[in-house]
């Protein structure tokens, strides 16, 4: 018999519970009782879900995220919050989100913990913190409160945490300090967690490893030996997790570690399973993770019991099966989509479904196919309609890309001879100011879109309300005395659903929303079929914004390797097949905004590193047609016209020559929580276009002062040439609330304007 588990559960709840619930708390709308409640609840409710599986995970649900949970029970917290009154989530929100000033329990603000992306995926976590004087001190509450909810439930558990190799390579050291060094120090916080965990009489415990799908050298492979060395002897059964990718040549070293069981994702890494075969011990359980748990499509059941059922056969009760990783990152119920496009969603599994899927996988396996054959039929009919479907095939699209020549993606001139060009037409200042696209999207710009969206607000209506908000965007960015405005994005919900909802290939949920960060939650399109625009997206809101003002308007668009890589993608065809079409369909839109005199175009590409496969031996080819995207995309245009792009939260230094190939004539990243770390790249590649590093955190509540700005923008110019670097937030402002972003604009132009007397002088 095969048993059936689950490596982990959306944890925002099918209606956004956890972030309404979340944004109640931190506006003091709200008790800390009252969102310690919520949590029980949908923990309660995510078990049930789950029910028929042989077990289900606990810890997988946290506040903010798993990897801060991990910090949290590890008691690796950093100096700034130790010794701060209140809750301990009080501590965990200071890491995660900041704590501006006054703090009611702190006389200076607390700087948010450094946030980056969890592997190659949309989700994010905050970055671990260590130093050489480390200590990690167990608090292992949490899960024992949560298994203790599940034991009252009857849930058959099985903990879930971030194991020991996996936790240090995700850290960052603060002091330089080896973070191997620290290892031995953590494994006996470790052993403690395993023992608790036994004393609450757990079996298994899933230890999740997926750094094991990346390259390693020798001292992080030792490191695993080390680790798992050290912890066999514990009273509880690991089972070891991998995934979002191959073990390749890691496959020998995860088979032979002294755990229980091996978890790979048999999406991403089917390769792995015939050698794994040949090289797992004869006790030991192999979980396939044959449910695809990042995107949305149906499984091919059928295919899948052909690969898998001789498989059963010779591993008996040592199979288990699941899907590839955590269902985090898809979204909860299709049964509640009642608004999608029929024919597409006969196609689709969210997590709920992709558990029913597993279901019938285990009862085919153990049973016998007959005893699901109905499921098995109605299966196949969906799959089959979807491969067939004449919607998904555009004979002209197809056409359009085979016309692709290298010509599309080359710009008139070097940017040596077009900036100039530029900066006669644009006549902006040394430093110059401006923001990244998007302004707060208040409440009242929410319930104009939703009216307009249920049509209980005409179109004429909706427009002349987001023209006003388009008018005080641009009316206070003014008086700021902002160089380079924005229109503000009122008429956008999301920088990718916007453009989907615009373009041919693409269809939308209603309530299929994924966990980005905390609170932040995003409802990715669906790309189920070939890609074009029928008209242009954005052109009239830019045209109208740009006769407000004289200054410069920047056109805002999302590029095609984010639109791509921020959406459920088609499975039946290569990703860059669908991104070439995206960066046709985008460059479209870009000429059409210079033909409407627009001078300055930004084209996001805040997803380009997410995409990375997880080695870089396979870095080549995805850089080489995400690079290539972006320039169809964006080189269409004259030499005057000024190209920007943007990228935030990633680490950028291992890929800053592919970035400077892109070749945009003004590049906005992400620097602020990393303090201008991430500008150690320019010590190295001397990038030759402007940049403009952001020096504004706008996922923190936290106001920067004039003096930090100064000193960060400081910073930069020591690795950029001073009449090189603009000024501006490190990402959209769309999430902050207008009684923060007035006051650190402010500062921030006012920190432009120091740095200019400065550089007179």
């Known amino acids: 018999m095969v048993t059936t588990h689950n490596l982990g559960f959306p944890r925002i709840g099918a209606q956004r519970e956890l972030k309404f619930g979340l944004e109640s708390y931190w506006k003091r709308q709200s008790s800390l009782d009252a969102l310690k409640t919520l949590g029980a609840a949908l923990r309660k409710t995510h078990w049930k879900q789950q029910a028929s599986l042989g077990y289900a995970p606990v810890g997988d649900f946290a506040f903010y995220d798993q990897v801060l949970d991990m910090s949290f029970t590890l008691g690796n917290l950093p100096e700034r919050v130790r010794g701060l009154g209140g809750d301990a989530l009080d501590n965990y929100f200071r890491v995660a989100r900041g704590r501006s000033a006054p703090d009611a329990d702190s006389s200076a603000g607390v700087p948010a913990g450094e946030m980056t992306k969890w ?12 130093n050489a004087a480390t200590e990690f001190r167990l608090d292992a509450s949490r899960l024992v409160e949560q298994l203790a909810e599940a034991r009252v439930q009857g849930v058959k558990t099985k903990p879930v945490i971030i194991g020991p190799v996996t ?12 973070k191997l060094a620290l290892l031995p120090r953590l494994l006996l916080a470790y052993a403690q967690l395993l023992e608790a965990l036994a004393e609450q009489g757990v079996t298994w415990v899933q230890i999740d490893e997926p750094i094991l799908v990346t390259e390693l050298d020798a001292d992080w492979k030792h490191a695993f030996n080390v680790a798992y060395h050290d912890l066999k002897g514990c009273r509880v059964k690991l089972l070891l997790a991998t995934y979002f990718g191959q073990l ?44 695809n748990g990042r995107n949305i499509w149906k499984t091919d059941l059928n295919a899948v019991l052909d690969w898998v059922e001789p498989l059963a056969q010779s591993l008996g009760e040592r199979l288990w099966i699941a899907p590839s990783c955590s269902l985090l990152h898809v979204p909860v119920d299709l049964g509640r ?58 004979p002209a699209v197809k056409s359009a890309l085979a016309d692709l020549n290298a010509a599309l993606g080359q710009r008139k001139s070097a940017y040596p001879q077009r900036a100039p060009q530029q900066a006669a037409r644009l006549n902006l200042p040394a430093f110059p100011t401006t923001t990244i696209g998007s302004f707060p999207q208040t409440k009242e710009i929410r319930k104009v879109r939703s009216q307009f969206r249920s049509g209980t607000l005409d179109e004429a209506a909706y427009r002349k309300a987001m023209y006003a908000e388009i008018e005080h965007s641009v009316r206070e960015q003014e008086v700021l005395g902002l160089d380079v405005l924005v229109h503000g994005e009122a008429e956008r919900n999301d920088m990718v659903e916007y453009f989907g909802e615009q373009l041919n290939g693409y269809t939308f949920s209603q309530f299929g929303w994924v966990q980005s960060y905390g609170s932040r939650c995003v409802k990715p399109p669906i790309l189920f079929g070939d890609i074009s625009r029928p008209k242009a997206m954005t052109v009239d809101w830019i045209k109208y914004a740009q006769s407000l003002t004289k200054k410069p308007m920047k056109g805002m668009l999302t590029g095609p390797v984010t639109i791509l890589n921020w959406s459920f993608v088609r499975d039946d065809q290569l990703r860059s097949v669908s991104c070439r079409q995206l960066a046709l369909a985008m460059r479209e839109e870009v000429l059409d905004l210079e033909r409407s005199g627009v001078r300055v175009i930004q084209i996001d590409e805040a997803a380009l590193r997410e995409g990375l496969p997880l080695r870089k031996s396979q870095w080549r080819d995805y850089l080489g047609w995400a690079v290539e995207c972006f320039r169809i995309t964006a080189n269409g245009v004259g030499d005057e016209t000024q190209i920007h792009t943007h990228m935030c939260y990633s680490e950028f230094n291992d890929i800053i020559a592919s970035i400077a190939e ?60 001073a009449e090189r670097l603009w000024v501006n937030p490190d990402c959209g402002l769309k999430t902050r609330a207008w009684t923060e972003v007035i006051p650190a604009l402010k500062n921030m132009v006012a920190a432009a304007k120091t740095l200019r007397e400065s550089a007179q002088k």
């Open 119 to 130: 592997f190659d995926t949309n989700y994010h976590y905050i970055v671990p913190e260590f």
């Open 167 to 178: 936790y240090l390579a995700l850290g960052k050291a603060k002091d330089g300090v080896d």
């Open 248 to 291: 390749q040549e890691n496959g020998y070293l995860a088979a032979n570690l002294p755990v229980a069981g091996l978890h790979i994702d048999a999406i991403s890494g089917r390769d792995d399973v015939t050698p794994l075969l040949n090289l797992l011990p004869s006790n030991k359980v192999l979980s396939l993770g044959l449910i």
């Open 662 to 721: 892109m070749d945009a004539d003004v590049i906005t990243i992400e620097t602020s929580r990393s303090n201008m770390e991430l500008l150690d790249a320019f010590d190295l590649f001397k990038y030759p276009n402007e940049i403009g590093p952001g020096v504004y955190d706008i996922h923190s509540p936290n106001i920067p002062t004039q003096d930090h700005i100064v000193a960060l923008m400081r910073k930069a110019a020591e690795r950029i040439p």
């Open 337 to 394: 989509e009642h608004g999608l496009d029929s024919e597409v969603k006969s196609w689709l599994a969210f997590a709920v479904q992709k558990l029913e899927e597993l279901k019938i996988l285990a009862a085919a396996l153990n049973n016998g196919r007959d005893s699901v054959k109905e499921a098995l039929a109605a299966n196949k009919v969906a799959i089959d309609a979807r491969r067939n479907s004449p919607r998904v095939n555009n």
